[in-house]
């Protein structure tokens, strides 16, 4: 491996790493991407917590 490649690999690994940490911490602030739309969600939407008694 040659000194650009490793340059080059070495910002992508930081870039993904930077992401990844703003998604832990905006995970932690309770931000989220979801719209609370669920007929478009393409993911399993979030049930209302249920109280219990």
């Known amino acids: 491996m ?19 940490r703003g998604m832990v911490k905006d995970k932690r602030a309770g931000k989220s991407s979801c719209g609370g739309d669920c007929s478009h969600c393409g993911s399993v939407c979030h049930a209302p917590k249920k109280t219990q008694k």
């Open 2 to 20: 040659n000194l650009g490649t490793f340059l080059i690999l070495l910002v992508v690994v930081a870039v993904v790493g930077l992401v990844i």
